[in-house]
């Protein structure tokens, strides 16, 4: 139970530095201290949250990310190829998907 709290705080960093394109590599840095020090302190030094310390250093990592990424400025030239790969990943996909179920109806796809 332990291992997945301190792993929680991870789970934000990951998903607003994924899919939200305002997230900088500073707010990842601090918010990822921020909720293993939550969760390593609601857990041994106030003793409080039960079985929730891992959802109480999700949330200080949470907003720790948003906070810091509306606060700090990074270059957009140093996402724009992983969007950019991100987006060629996806269309590819869908292309695929698209040439299957039309073939399985029997229909050409001729790009």
């Known amino acids: 139970m332990f291992s997945i709290a301190i792993v929680m705080p991870l789970f934000p960093v990951l998903v607003l530095g994924i ?35 891992g959802a109480i250093g999700m949330l200080g990592s949470t907003i720790c990310m948003v906070v810091v990424s509306l606060f700090t400025k990074q270059d957009s030239k140093d996402s724009e190829a992983f969007f950019a790969a ?26």
Do not use: H, P
């Open 19 to 53: 899919y939200w394109k305002k997230a900088t590599k500073q707010a990842a840095i601090v918010s990822s201290i921020v909720g293993t020090v939550l969760v390593l302190a609601t857990y041994f030094v106030w003793n409080i949250g039960g079985t929730w310390y």
């Open 86 to 111: 991100l987006k060629n990943g996806m269309n590819r996909s869908y292309k695929i998907e698209d040439k299957a179920v039309a073939a399985q109806a029997g229909m050409s796809t001729e790009d």
